[in-house]
């Protein structure tokens, strides 16, 4: 099945520590995204990558770090200097836009990290 | 920040139509207009897009005034699995989607 996997569905980690999540897809996707959502709260943009080995800052990249050696995988690392770093993380993927109007996101389930 | 406007929260009956309004007093002329939803502890979904006609799938119809400044989505027979928080973006090409706070629909039996 093509879709996008992210995981695990939950992250425990000691404050401190730096943990990277995972996201792949295979739907063959030029850009991924993450975003970190937090309670009662909309999605702001973390980093995105239009193409391999390119990535840019999104609202809130602080703390955070990425990678895009692959086109179906864009891990987000969470580094000890994101001073709030518990949230619900998200990661997405659209195909390459034509003019206008592709810019359907897919999003994968989330992966809930907890940092006490 | 975001550049639509939309209820925090509404009700509506199961079988009803559910219409959600959504400001976006200063869209441009490229910009498109999204719609997805989001059903508790889940991704977002896709529902649907626009530009200036009025749009329907399979999930929902999309309403846009002549102006552009409002659209309104419409779910035709809501059901107890539409509820959901529904978010409202614009997008043009070469910018990013900007989530708001999103309407928290609860569809009531």
């Known amino acids: 099945d093509g879709g996008i996997t992210q995981s695990p569905k939950y992250l425990f980690r000691k404050e401190g520590q730096n943990v990277t999540l995972s996201c792949e897809q295979n739907?063959?996707?030029?850009?991924m995204y993450w975003y970190r959502q937090d309670p009662g709260q909309g999605l702001r943009l973390i980093y995105y990558s239009q193409i391999v080995n390119d990535f840019q800052k999104g609202d809130i990249a602080e703390g955070y770090s990425v990678s895009r050696e692959k086109k179906e995988s864009f891990p987000l690392t969470v580094t000890s200097a994101q001073k709030n770093p518990t949230a619900f993380y998200l990661c997405?993927?659209?195909?390459?836009?034509?003019?206008?109007?592709?810019?359907?996101?897919?999003f994968g389930p989330g992966t809930r990290l907890t940092v006490t | 920040d975001a550049k639509t406007t939309q209820p925090p929260s509404m009700d509506c009956a199961e079988g009803r139509a559910a219409n959600l309004p959504c400001n976006h007093s200063?869209?441009?002329?490229?910009?498109?207009v999204y719609w997805y939803r989001q059903i508790h502890s889940q991704g977002p979904q896709y529902i649907i897009h626009g530009l200036k006609n009025n749009e329907t799938n399979e999930m929902a119809s999309l309403i846009i005034t002549e102006d552009r400044k409002s659209s309104t989505l419409i779910l035709p027979h809501a059901t107890l699995r539409d509820t959901a928080v529904y978010y409202c973006l614009l997008y043009n090409q070469g910018g990013k989607l900007i989530f708001g706070q999103g309407t928290e629909l609860s569809v009531k039996p």
């Open positions: 739907l063959n996707h030029d850009a």
């Open positions: 997405a993927s659209r195909p390459h836009g034509k003019q206008g109007s592709s810019y359907e996101q897919y």
């Open positions: 200063t869209i441009s002329g490229n910009e498109y």
